[in-house]
């Protein structure tokens, strides 16, 4: 990996080398002047979102206050767009910022391309201070063969969104945890599970892994086996899904449509009608609000919804900030990028980074947040994320694990058309589909 990245590297400066010829005109630039007593010299580009740009135009500054002869330019672009220009060129591309986020679940996919550089997390995690157990959350997972590859940005996870006049016009006591398998209408708790987003929520309640590693390395998957071979708790848990679809196909709606499942849920949830509950993101908070009302909200924690008494749980997912691989042999590029993590990422300004971003930080405090000056409802969406968060399994990041996206769907989705008379001929159905992808991985 390391010669991988030399190699680019190389080509980068063979690159400038003849660009340089081809302009006969132009002169040498100037060598720095003398660093400034303890201070960092380079030259970085930081990629940022339209709504980034303010608070990490402060990061910058507070950068350079302490080192005047470090250079750190903002690239404004959206971190999927930039992610696509990766994509579709490489590392040297000048486009792709040296420093620039990335989703968790992208680590992989960039690591095989060798865009990455490894970073010295550890010591980064260390001076910032507010972990812990670095290698149990984000970090952790952000480490690949032994190299960490990203540094925790903020963190991710479902929670709860609940409507109050709903649920009081139900007869549903929010106080206490919402059954899945004990509701007079198909509506109350609105869950489109064909998305595995959703549906790993409720599959990881039961401990059901649909695609895992096992300690010799090899991919296997709980869905490959026969219903038989399930523990009574996953049987059980199959068997709600299937309840909830037939009441749903039953019932007539669209809530397993691909395409038209998402517009009912919302339908549903609008106040004066059916729903009570739903998972959503902390970034989904202006939808909530507008659908049902502010203060007509109740946030909570996922383990607010139950499967047979199981608390749903989703993942410890969120962001990384990466390091470009083409500039691994200079250490002053290097250098300056991890000033300004540890600036984009200081707990000190954790609530300026959520103003400006939506950005929870992991190696932030609930009482950060609680003693600020944010709304009450952004509160309770920070420390219903904190608690879903703890409470959640890693998720799985390994490239193969793609694959799963399209196989639950397709096998859920499956029973609009083949009609499931039984659990077990669902189940069925479900195993072919995950029986299809080991094929395809193995």
Not at 216 to 243: H, P, R, V, W
Not at 336 to 345: Q, W
Not at 410 to 430: D, H, R
């Amino acid at each position: 990996m390391k010669n991988v990245r030399k190699v680019l590297a190389l080509l980068l400066v063979l690159t400038l080398v003849f660009t340089a010829c081809g302009q006969k005109g132009t002169a040498p630039e100037a060598k720095p002047a003398e660093t400034a007593e303890g201070g960092l010299t380079g030259e970085i580009s930081v990629q940022a979102e339209t709504e980034w740009m303010e608070y990490y135009e402060a990061a910058a500054e507070r950068v350079k206050a302490a080192n005047p002869d470090a250079v750190i330019n903002i690239i404004e672009v959206g971190a999927f767009d930039h992610l696509d220009t990766m994509d579709n060129t490489d590392a040297l591309n000048e486009d792709v910022a040296d420093l620039f986020a990335i989703p968790a679940d992208r680590l992989y996919g960039l690591n095989d391309a060798l865009v990455l550089n490894p970073i010295d997390a550890e010591a980064l995690a260390a001076d910032l201070g507010g972990w812990d157990d670095y290698n149990a959350g984000l970090g952790g997972q952000f480490n690949i063969d032994g190299e960490y590859l990203a540094f925790p940005y903020n963190i991710e996870t479902l929670i709860t969104y609940a409507n109050k006049e709903n649920a009081e016009a139900a007869g549903i006591d929010l106080a206490n945890p919402v059954e899945i398998s004990n509701q007079d209408s198909e509506a109350r708790v609105l869950l489109p599970l064909f998305d595995a987003w959703f549906g790993v929520a409720v599959t990881n309640a039961v401990d059901i892994e649909f695609l895992g590693i096992n300690e010799n390395g090899e991919f296997y998957s709980d869905m490959t086996k026969e219903y038989s071979e399930l523990t009574a708790d996953q049987q059980a848990a199959i068997q709600t899904i299937y309840d909830y679809w037939s009441a749903h196909n039953s019932a007539n709606t669209s809530l397993f449509d691909n395409e038209a499942g998402w517009g009912y849920v919302d339908d549903e949830f609008r106040t004066g009608s059916n729903g009570v509950i739903r998972l959503g993101g902390p970034w989904e908070q202006g939808t909530m609000t507008e659908i049902a009302g502010e203060d007509n909200l109740a946030i909570n924690s996922i383990d607010k919804i139950t499967i047979n008494g199981n608390p749903l749980s989703h993942w410890k997912g969120g962001w990384g900030l990466a390091i470009n691989s083409r500039i691994e042999e200079d250490q002053d590029k290097i250098n300056l990028a991890y000033a300004m993590i540890k600036e984009i990422v200081n707990p000190e300004y954790a609530v300026d980074l959520f103003n400006a971003t939506g950005k929870i930080l992991e190696n932030a405090t609930i009482e950060t947040y609680e003693n600020s000056d944010l709304s009450d409802i952004q509160k309770e969406i920070i420390a219903a994320v904190y608690d879903s968060y703890e409470k959640a399994p890693a998720r799985p990041l390994f490239s193969e694990w793609g694959q799963v996206w399209d196989t639950w769907k397709n096998a859920l989705l499956s029973w609009n058309s083949v009609q499931p008379k039984t659990v077990e001929e669902g189940y069925n159905e479900i195993k072919a589909s995950f029986d299809a992808m080991m094929m395809n991985i193995k």
